[in-house]
């Protein structure tokens, strides 16, 4: 029938094409859209979902920790994108200008922000004058704009979603702890919620934000072994102060410059998500942040009772705080859990007439594919239990597939054979030297991950130069 | 001490220059400040907080309705923006151009969204097939620009946040009752939120949004007596579908063309709020959406117990659902007092060692300064009650304020005379005409503010042209 809806077709086989399957998952289980313009995505509603609550977590926790949301204009005037010389070299070449309003040529060019750094501190300068007045700790939810030549669904696009904080501190002490601080409430984030293992770590100096001091990092791995940067927090010493003329009288009434920080995670760690823990029937959902969490399939739905009972169960199930979907659409079972398979959903719920009369019904797990007959009695502890298994059974596989493809080489050669042989990450020791960081990118094609927070404080020697060495590196492939 | 946080200085007398006091109560109660990008503004904390308060409660509804959140990109092709010809027209010389991607200058020139109907048809065009697929209830909070010549704090910015909603539906019916139910979700918001009374009414064709059948509009009164638009619902009939060429097979098999809805609220409703609500002391807020619904004072908080007994009392407050602050810096009651008034807090909440031995505390409203002594038990019940009743108490002064600031005219010199003696909102019968429309702007200095909802039907003769006539519509000076 031409008036059907169409029915979800198979999608690329994972370990023949890792990148279509990728593709093909975003576009099949309907969380994203191409539009016309190059590089900007449409986030579709069940997409967007996901995002939601990853936001509902995101703002408690900064909340919790004492952090405000407030909106800066999305416009920067091209004098105060140049007021810190290092931001400016990082990102001028990748912004979106805006050259007229109306019928008219502005004055001065505008910036679509591809950050907020400078619109904070330009307004910081404002208000701020004595130590009553800090710390400032805001955030926002916006989106950016990065002018890329290449783009993928969720992981690079020249307009994503993210949220940026952004605090200034009296003291240098306080500003780390905080930056420190927000680096944990992602990694909390990524392994609480989302299932997904991460390495912390401290950037290199080429591999830092653009005008800070420090970056550091959380990273995973994905499902084929590349290194996907998740979340980063930013230390900017009073660099960022002192270019914008930020300054408070302390306590004893000295002019002195604050320590600002910035910290972002953006829509990219959807990508994450789906390169984690999706297989060849599509998407896989971690539970806690499913949009829907358990879906119902009634079968044989016109048989007398069946509805009214998958009605019942839904309203119980919500009302124990899950979130459910009922599908009573006039689709046959086969294809709706078909639809819901490719779209990840962690539990499905069948019910027809044989469970009603035994008091039952079939759960099936996503994850595993594990089908049990459950009573109904009780069965929102069942599910709510199910749910919690499977995101332990998500985060242990992939901590599996983390700690199994971490190796460690001792030089150049034996880190480039890894790489081609294996991938994963390659641990060594690192001299700090960028020319080094240089000659692994050219030599085996991988980049600085990070320097762990955890080092082993081992002395022995560069595998790239040779020299001492006691600072162990994590390297990789990234997306 | 130059070190010492500003205290609160006196606003301008909201009698002597309302405008003043108008921009004086968004700086001093710090909701929002001036960037260097003329029009556009920061949201800070404080005002932010007000419209995620909005934002919630509007979600909430939203969802409830079975409407679902996306993203759409920021940026709009010229020549996607040209296919509705009367929304181009509209829209075209208000747009922000960007016109160059890092260095390279773009082939199209690229819109900063004013509003976004043109890229969910064009997402719809691709996604729409068959019956199957409507209704789409989609919802977007974001911000848009539009590039005025004149701006004010939350009136009129080039950048605003808003919520745009954008429904396709299979028949005409189905998108005007949807048009219809977003209407008096905003209005529900309005009165029974921000106890601020509406007229809901359709604007006239002069009126309505670019490109739209039909707009519905929620007129509220300020307490200078204008008009402020507060929130809009527009059906599109199928135009919008034709243009950009969706199309669905119906349930007979015939394609369709579906017909579309659009439906914004924007934080011009803050302003709103200040203006209906505020006074010489500054800000009032309505309790429900207030960031700080009870802030607790406490007297001599170097006396022993006082802090304990707040910090206690504060705890049980939040636990029973209120926002509460405790303020205890070492700033004096007085200053704190000036602070909390200033920025609209209901209720305070004050507590000294003499309450104490009497397990007592001193409310006072912001509404009416009223202040009650009472007993610390059952101190939640009471304070939520309170709140209720400031809710009231605003609602029923701002309904009397509109009530007896209608007047009905009979003649365009009677209208005139109104509106130069008295203002408000001028009540007459119209012949439907544009010409008549444009002569009461021009004699009168009036527009038309809405054909209300609830009309009359009288028969009688248009006051401008002296035909006859038999719609009722408010005329009134709008913000």
Redesign the interface.
Known sequence: M?????AVTAITDMDADFTQWYTDVCIKAELI?Y???KG??????YG??I??NIQAYLDKRFKETGH????????I?ES?LQKEKDHVEGFA???????????EELEE??C?RPTSET?FC??WS??V?????LPLL?NQW??V?R?EKTSRPFLRH??F?WQEGHTLHATEEEAVTETEQMLNIYADLCETVLAMPVVKGLKTDKEKFAGAERTYTIECMMHDKKALQSGTSHFFGNGFAKAFGIAF???N?QLTAPFETSWGLSTRILGGIIMTHGDNRGLVLPPRIAPIQVVIVPVAQHKAGVLEACHQLAGQLKAAGLRVKLDD?DQSPGWKFAEYEMKGVPLRLELGPKDLEKNQCVLVRRDSGEKTFVSLEGIEKTAQSLLDDIHNALFAKAQKNLEDNIYTAESLEEAKAIQEQKGGFVKTLWCGELECELKMKEEAGMTSRCLPLEQPHILGVCPICGKPAHKTIYWGVAY
Chains 1, 2 share one sequence.
Do not use: Q
């Open positions: 031409s008036t059907e809806k169409k859209d539009t016309s313009v900007m995505f449409i986030y579709r509603p967007y979902a995002w939601e405000a949301n407030v909106a800066m204009p999305m416009l005037p105060l070449p990748e912004c979106a200008w805006v050259t007229h309003g109306g019928s060019r505008l679509v619109v330009d307004h404002h208000i004058h004595s130590w009553r007045d805001y916006c989106s704009l002018w020249r307009e979603l009288s302390d306590k009434n659409s």
